[in-house]
């Protein structure tokens, strides 16, 4: 009797578990049951569904509903949300103040995420003074979890000096190891180190090797330092086409002195014939990013283009208007489709987090070998949704991949 009995309480426990704290469906209505029965996960990841516009209209005074549930229930994660809501005003008022009170909840929590985004308000003083002592120990709480664009800051404020002499062995210490999770803002720095020979012996093939890391992992630095290194034939072969090449993919992503230098390149013929309306084109699309180089040559090829009966002005200055709104149509496209990218690769993360604390040993005994059941069961429900976000991101890269195919096959011929 006791042993059915206690059968029947295990799977009653069984079905608890498997419904309302892990959901196996991830729809929205689903969500919603779970989240209306004040699952703290579960409002969290509704609230993501309404603030990405996933199976639902995007509506942010909903996912805000949701976050601040969550947030009240002490999850880390949703705490984290609601700051960078309130930092970058996405369906309320841009508050620093609350942003900062929010991220340090989560913070305080030891939630990596959140350690990063506090620090980042410390280095860019935003809604506060700026304060790199601050940013520098929560930045380096987050590095201690391993969170890569942490190390990366760490390995810059060493360089830079901002609390001090600059110092150039932890710098290269702290960039190796951000390179090695794959973050390619240290790998181009590491290409920049080498490059002027701080910390290390000048060497421009260790540089390329460094940019060629960052460029193809995206990185419009890299992809712009690249560009600058062929056009001027620094450790390399002088090679216009593999500058301009390089230039234009930063120029996707809206780095400005990768427009700049296009526009000094069809100034002056370059590997190519001069082209003035091409020039304007860049140049105007560098200085609406603020650009002081393209903002300056802007200046003086326009001065020097009107200058006579302003015939040469007006022919260039027409091309160059339609120009420019074909590169803005086309620099949005690839923003968003970066923008996407990284959603779905957080997102791909976030369940194959999810899936280790499912995968955690449990306690031994029949409780704990139901508890291990229940784990593999979730965990491998959490890494197939993974997988789904992640084929769809390599969709997306592909379509991105095509964008620069189609446009080094235009590129003209030196």
């Known amino acids: 009797m006791n042993c059915c009995r206690r059968a029947a309480i295990v799977a009653v426990f069984l079905l608890a578990l498997l419904s309302p704290a892990w959901a196996q469906d991830n729809d929205s209505a689903s969500l919603r049951a779970q989240a209306d029965a004040g699952d703290a996960k579960a409002q969290f990841a509704l609230a993501n569904h309404y603030f990405r516009g996933r199976e639902v209209p995007q509506d942010y005074a909903q996912a805000l509903i949701w ?43 030891g939630y990596a995420l959140a350690q990063y985004n506090l620090a980042v308000l410390f280095e860019n003083g935003r809604g506060l003074g700026r304060d790199y002592r601050q940013a520098f120990d929560w930045f380096r709480r987050a590095a201690d979890q391993n969170v890569p664009g942490a190390e990366e800051e760490v390995g810059f404020i060493y360089q830079c000096g901002f ?22 803002d240290a790998e181009n720095q590491l290409g920049f180190m080498a490059k002027q020979g701080w910390g290390q012996p000048q060497d421009y093939v260790e540089a390329l090797t460094w940019y060629y890391k960052a460029a193809e992992h995206g990185n419009a630095y890299a992809q712009e330092n690249l560009g ?10 002088t090679d216009y086409a593999k500058a301009m090449s390089w230039y234009y993919k930063a120029a996707g992503q809206g780095n400005g002195d990768a427009e ?35 903002i300056e040559n802007l200046q003086a090829l326009s001065a020097k283009l009107k200058a006579g009966d302003g015939s040469l002005w007006e022919a260039a200055n027409v091309t160059a208007v339609h120009a420019v709104n074909a590169q803005s149509e086309r620099r949005s496209r690839i923003a968003d489709l970066r923008r996407r990218i990284a959603e779905l690769d957080f997102d791909a993360q976030q369940e194959e987090n999810l899936a280790a ?6 306690s031994k005994g ?22 789904k976000y992640r084929a769809e991101a390599a969709r997306l890269r592909d379509e991105l991949a095509q964008m620069d195919n189609d446009l080094a096959a235009r590129l003209p011929n030196p």
């Not at 609390?163 to 390619?184: E, I, K, P, V």
């Not at 593999?376 to 993974?386: I, S």
Request: hydrophobic residues 40%.
């Open 67 to 109: 976050y601040r549930q969550a947030s009240d229930q002490g999850f880390a994660p949703a705490q984290n949300q609601l700051g960078d809501m309130y930092e970058h005003g996405f369906g309320v008022a841009m508050d620093y103040s609350r942003a900062l009170t929010y991220y340090r909840m989560a913070a305080d929590q």
């Open 163 to 184: 609390l001090g002499s600059r110092d150039y062995a932890q710098a290269l210490a702290w960039y190796h190891r951000a390179a090695s999770h794959g973050n390619s």
């Open 228 to 237: 600058y290194l062929y056009q001027h034939g620094m450790g390399v072969e």
């Open 260 to 294: 700049n230098q296009l526009g000094w390149m069809y100034q002056f013929g370059l590997g190519m014939a001069p082209d003035n309306a091409q020039a304007l084109t860049w140049y105007r699309t560098a200085a609406a990013q603020g650009n002081k180089n393209g």
């Open 357 to 362: 604390q499912m995968e955690k040993p449990a």
């Open 366 to 387: 029949a409780v704990g070998a139901v508890m291990s059941t229940i784990g593999a069961v979730g965990a491998m429900q959490f890494r197939l949704e993974a997988e």
